[in-house]
Structures are given as structure tokens and as C-alpha cells.
């Protein structure tokens, strides 16, 4: 049975360089969220999103920032031209969906850890 | 401006003894609450919820009690095991699906 999925798990990227992170939920869940944790720091909510559907984007910065989750295959997060503040732990979780709200309790994967040089 | 704060940063206690972590939040829509713990290295573990129409929610070891009216949850870990030292974080949600995260509190259970 196996949990929500990220890859890679640690990204190196250099200033300006693209950096894109893949998440699989678990089977059965078909709603996916993105948090990203600083140093020293909680889990700040980015994106919430279905399949082919951005739900809630709120936590997103305008810029250089997008989600997607398409029909088939992983959630993606892709952070165009990066810079030193993006370097950071990204964090995927799903849900069913078959509860309302926060009671759709989230299930966490292990992170990719991003280093922007 | 901090909606879900954990004023202790770290806790240290003996085995066997009880761990107690502590959370205060400021949003009176949050209506859902659940307590993660996280390894390093790993992502956040689910451990337990509860929601605001309960004021007691224990399952094994762990127990969660909600003060809605002081905005205020505990965790209670008892016996403490040297395997419950981590990192644990208090979320809050409402009728969106949003977590909103403390930072942290770390737990050191000492043999």
C-alpha cells in the first residue's frame, strides 16, 4: 500500500533554472496539496488541487509559480527561473475527498528538498 | 501574523513520563485540528484530529483535548517512548481544505 510519492527527493538547481517536482498521491485519493516549509519554520499552504482542476492556489506566489495535476500521471509544482528564496522543503499530501473540509485528513509524502545555488 | 502558534519550541521528558505540547490559535472559523509528526528528513505523519464539536479525542498513547472557548489544543503522549522524539506540529482547518501549521514543537523522550 504504498504512501504518497515525491521525486526527486533532493534538487540541486542553479539561479534562473528551472526546477520541477512530481508527486503521486495514494491510490484511492484524488485530491493533492503542495506546502512548502522554510527553515525553522511550519508548512505554509500552497496549492490545493483535483484532477485537471486548481481548487485553490491562495498560498502561490504570483510569479515563477504554477501547479498542475493532470488526468493521468503525477502533480506537478514547477518553479520557473529560481532564486536563493525558493530553496526550501516542498511537500505534497492527498486526501480522498470523501469527507468534507478539513476532516479530509491529509496523508504526507517525504518532500523534495530544493537547493538553489 | 501567526493564526497557529506553539510557543514551546522544544520539550524534553523522561520515558514513561507524560509528554504534553501545547497549541493557541487565533482563527475562530478553524473548526478542525490534527496533530503531525514529522522525522527528519521524512514528511509530517498523521497522528490524530478532532473537531470542534468534541473536547476529547484519544486513540492508543495520544490523546488531543480541545479548549474552544481559550482557542487552545494539547497533545498528551502517555507513557512517553524514546521513539516519540520528533518533531510535532499542530495544524488547523476549516470548512476549506487549507491546513494552516504551527512550527513546531521538537520532543525529546530521554531512557
Known amino acids: 500500500n504504498a504512501g504518497v510519492m515525491q521525486n526527486p527527493r533532493h534538487l540541486v538547481r542553479r539561479r534562473g533554472q528551472e526546477a520541477r517536482l512530481r508527486c503521486s498521491p495514494m491510490k484511492g485519493h484524488s485530491h493533492v496539496y503542495w506546502y512548502r516549509q522554510l527553515p525553522e519554520e511550519g508548512l505554509k499552504f500552497m496549492v490545493y488541487l483535483q484532477k485537471e482542476n486548481i481548487i485553490d492556489e491562495s498560498g502561490m506566489p504570483k510569479e515563477r509559480f504554477s501547479a498542475e495535476f493532470p488526468k493521468e500521471g503525477p502533480s506537478i509544482l514547477r518553479i520557473q527561473q529560481v532564486v536563493r528564496g525558493d530553496s526550501a522543503a516542498y511537500f505534497c499530501?492527498?486526501?480522498?475527498?470523501?469527507?468534507?473540509?478539513?476532516?479530509?485528513?491529509?496523508?504526507f509524502g517525504p518532500g523534495t528538498r530544493l537547493t538553489v545555488l | 501574523d501567526q493564526q497557529v502558534k506553539q510557543n514551546s519550541p522544544s520539550l524534553s521528558v523522561q520515558e514513561g513520563r507524560i509528554s504534553i505540547l501545547n497549541c493557541d490559535y487565533t482563527n475562530s472559523m478553524f473548526d478542525y485540528f490534527l496533530w503531525y509528526k514529522k522525522y527528519p528528513a521524512e514528511g509530517p505523519t498523521f497522528l490524530i484530529s478532532i473537531s470542534s464539536i468534541k473536547d476529547k479525542n484519544e486513540d492508543g498513547r495520544f490523546t488531543v483535548f480541545l479548549n474552544k472557548s481559550a482557542k487552545h489544543l494539547s497533545l498528551h503522549i502517555v507513557p512517553s517512548q524514546p521513539g516519540d522524539s520528533a518533531v510535532y506540529f499542530c495544524?488547523?482547518?476549516?470548512?476549506?481544505?487549507?491546513?494552516?501549521f504551527g512550527k513546531g514543537t521538537l520532543l525529546t523522550v530521554n531512557p
Open positions: 499530501a492527498s486526501s480522498t475527498g470523501r469527507t468534507s473540509g478539513s476532516a479530509d485528513t491529509q496523508y
Open positions: 495544524s488547523c482547518g476549516g470548512s476549506n481544505y487549507k491546513l494552516t
